[in-house]
Every structure is written in C-alpha cells, then in structure tokens.
C-alpha cells in the first residue's frame, strides 16, 4: 500500500525558515517524481514545485521561486521541501503527491497518490 | 503557462441527476494530458480521470472524461450520496497548473 506521510509544518513567523518532509512506502521510491502541492485555508490547490527521480529535472511555481527548494533522498525514501523567506501567504496545508512517471526533461504525469497534508501557517 | 478555468463554481443537484462540468484552457493541452480530482473535506485530493478520458483504478463507470485541445468535461451519469464533493481538473505534462475548483451539492 502506497503512504505518504507529512511532516514539519507549524507556526512560523514572516521572513523565517521552515522545513517539511514526506516520508514516502509501498512502492520504488527512486522510480518516480516527487511534488509538493498546497492548498489555503478554504481555497484551490496549487502546485508549488517537483522533482525527477534523479533529481535532474526540478521545476517551481512562480510564486515560490528562489524562496522554496525541492530535494529527495532516495535512500531515505523521504521528500523535502525547505522554505525560506516565508509570507502570510504561504500560509496553506502543503500535499506530498507521488507522480505517475519518472519526470525525465521535466515533464510531469499525473499525481495517483497524495499524502494528507502538514499545515503550515505563516503569522506574527 | 495555461491557465485552467473551471465551470460552474458551484452545480447544485439531487441525488440521481446527472452532473456536467467544464474546464476550459487558456491555451491548447497538448496530449489530453489534463485529470479530474475529487476533494472531500478533510481528505486529501484523489484522482478519478488522466488522459482527458481514462478512468483511474477503482472509480466507478459513472465517471467520465471527455475533450480534448481547450475544452474538457467531467460527467458524473448519476450522483451518488458519496459524489457531493470538489471537483478539479490538471494540466499536467509541463508546469501543472490547477482549475479553480467546482463544488457539486446537494440541492
């Protein structure tokens, strides 16, 4: 059974650092690309940022580039996503998403498995 | 990057009734690759569609996709209890880009 597990979200103040993990089993972690999605309190979903199997393919949303910075350790079967210079609108319940593929020259499949978020809130 | 907008934002209709939803590009989505999502609350996101038309393991044949090129289609043949959800498609092969978003009711 495929899990992806959240962790290392919290309260954190405008401007600091925060680091989050997924923790990810049930299946060959280093055959697929990794992504981390998030969704504000009573809003859509968003797409922030994905990584490749080999981590030679890594894209960014927009609106976090040069902020947040996507790694994975396929030894620790575990997913990154370190988050510096962090806004109020941040602020959102960050997914670990598994894609279907390996994310070779960026190209991304679909996301078949999601894990259950870790809340990150951004507030003096 | 594409921009995908979802319609209507919010379908309100009975158990039993058929639910169309739309989504439409802001440019072409080369390859169909564009998926439906389904959001309860306090769950996370669970894929129903990939390839504009292929129904992923386990849901049920009410689902269906269609389209192609801009526009697309999410229909539900006939609401289940269990059907009254969010419902999002994805633009996936490049940067993946989400729709807004379109909440089916009850009525």
């Known amino acids: 059974e495929v899990q992806l597990v959240e962790s290392g979200g919290g309260l954190v103040q405008p401007g600091r650092s925060l680091r989050l993990s997924c923790a990810a089993s049930g299946f060959t972690f280093d055959d697929y690309a990794m992504h981390w999605v998030r969704q504000a309190p009573g809003k859509g979903l968003e797409w922030v940022s994905g990584i490749s199997w080999n981590s030679g393919s890594i894209g960014y949303a927009d609106s976090v580039k040069g902020r947040f910075t996507i790694s994975r350790d396929n030894a620790k079967n575990s997913l990154y996503l370190q988050m510096n210079s962090l806004r109020a609108e941040d602020t959102a319940l960050y997914y670990c998403a598994k894609d279907l593929g390996y994310g070779g020259n960026e190209v991304w499949e679909y996301f078949d498995y999601w894990g259950q978020g870790t809340l990150v809130t951004v507030s003096s | 990057e594409i921009v995908l907008t979802q319609s209507p934002g919010t379908l309100s209709l009975s158990p039993g009734e058929r639910a169309t939803l739309s989504c439409r590009a802001s440019q072409s989505v080369s390859s169909s690759y564009l998926a439906w999502y389904q959001q309860k609350p306090g769950q996370a996101p669970r894929l129903l569609i990939y390839?504009?038309?292929s129904r992923a393991t386990g849901i049920p044949d009410r689902f269906s996709g269609s389209g192609s090129g801009t526009d697309f289609t999410l229909t539900i043949s006939r609401l289940e209890p269990e059907d009254f959800a969010v419902y999002y498609c994805?633009?996936?092969?490049?940067?993946?880009?989400f729709g807004g978003g379109t909440k089916v009711e009850i009525k």
């Open positions: 390839g504009a038309s």
């Open positions: 994805q633009q996936y092969g490049s940067s993946p880009g």
